[in-house]
């Protein structure tokens, strides 16, 4: 990625390296987060949590609407540097980089460190929008800035605000859930048809069987739905997918620079 696209005006943060291996998704969650989701409670509460979510909305909105289109790459915490996957994304982040795009995950390891350290290493912005979870999640070290987000539905919403296109690795619960909401947002039109790419063939085949022989034959989707799904075991051939994509139809440009405003935060 060339200089202009490293834009001076976003403050750069550089992740402290782990001190311990970071545990996903484990342990009781925050008191405070139970209550929020219980039901209803006293209006003066609810206020409160509603002013503390347009915070949290804002402190995303400022620093992310400074980036260069960015492409945010959802994938297992799990997976360790050895594993086939962690390479797999960790080149797709090189080669995303190179073609002049800032990469975004969630900001903590596994694939998410994989794709962030390729775009670190390409020379590369890579930014990660971290989650709190029981146990800290610490962000991973290959990020020029992270943003750490109470709710997830909030950080779900950066990575698909800020993004031309998404790619999917292997991976969980989270990752079926980001993969599927974009593609939700893509069929009810209320985002436009970005490329939307699942990386790994053996790994989604099943996914994918489901949906021709169950979502399809029993009408719950149509065929183009399940179209949607761009499926490649090739770094190489993701991006440029999403090159000869996005650019010519979203006409992206690059090294804007945009004047802050220190009273929204920026």
């Known amino acids: 990625m060339s200089d202009a696209l490293q834009d001076p005006s976003v403050h750069h943060e550089v992740a402290p390296p782990h001190s311990a291996e970071a545990k996903w998704g484990r342990g009781a969650a925050r008191s405070e987060e139970v209550r929020f989701l219980a039901g209803p ?98 962000p991973n070290p290959y990020l020029d800035r992270w943003i750490t987000f109470r709710h997830f ?52 085949a099943p996914l994918l069987a489901f949906m021709r022989e169950r979502l399809i034959t029993g009408a719950t989707i149509d065929p183009r739905d399940a179209d949607r799904f761009f499926v490649t075991d090739s770094a190489e051939e993701a991006v440029d997918q999403i090159t000869k994509t996005v650019i010519p139809r979203f006409g992206l440009t690059y090294g804007k620079k945009l004047k802050k405003r220190w009273w929204l935060w920026e």
């Open 41 to 138: 409670q006293k209006r003066s509460v609810d206020l409160v949590r509603a002013v503390r979510i347009f915070y949290e909305i804002l402190r995303g909105f400022r620093p992310l609407h400074f980036l260069a289109p960015c492409v945010s790459v959802f994938g297992s915490a799990r997976f360790k540097p050895a594993n086939p996957y962690y390479t797999l994304a960790q080149e797709t982040g090189w080669r995303l980089a190179h073609a002049g795009f800032t990469v975004m995950t969630g900001g903590g390891p596994g694939i998410m460190e994989a794709a962030n350290r390729g775009a670190k290493e390409a020379g590369g912005y890579s930014i990660g929008c971290n989650i709190e979870l029981p146990h800290e999640q610490l």
């Open 153 to 204: 539905f909030v950080r779900k919403l950066m990575l698909v605000k800020y993004s031309y296109a998404f790619i999917a690795l292997p991976g969980g619960f989270g990752t079926l859930d980001e993969i599927f909401e974009v593609a939700t947002l893509i069929q009810t039109e209320k985002i436009v048809e970005f490329p939307l790419i699942l990386m790994g063939r053996e790994y989604w």
